[in-house]
């Protein structure tokens, strides 16, 4: 049996594998970029902006801050995926180590 968040998942894997293999691989191959340096800044914003309007940054963020509320588990789902792809853009699909965490939620707007 399906549960209706497993169905959602696969409806973002779907998007996901999309968006790097009709997207993110071609930009990588249309600049030459390989894993020997990191892409230029201004592809990495463009890869998140892009990711941002698919729904796919930061997909473990609750929704009312802009994630799709995904659990944790089903993140690492869509972690193996996008690693599956072996693009430079890895960390800009998804939102990265850099990228937005859940502990931002509990910081005041000082922090």
């Known amino acids: 049996m399906t549960s209706a968040g497993s169905r959602d998942v696969e409806l973002i894997r779907a998007t996901l594998r999309r968006f790097v293999t009709e997207e993110v691989v071609p930009l990588q191959q249309e600049h030459g970029l390989s894993g020997d340096e990191a892409p230029p800044r201004e592809l990495r914003q ?21 994630g799709c509320g995904v659990s944790f588990s089903d993140r690492c789902i869509l972690e193996m995926d996008a690693h599956f792809h072996d693009t430079v853009f890895f960390d800009d699909v998804l939102g990265g180590p850099g990228g937005p965490s859940s502990i931002l939620l509990a910081c005041n707007k000082e922090q």
């Open 46 to 66: 463009r890869v998140r902006m892009r990711s941002r309007d698919l729904g796919l940054y930061a997909p473990d963020m609750p929704v009312d801050v802009g």
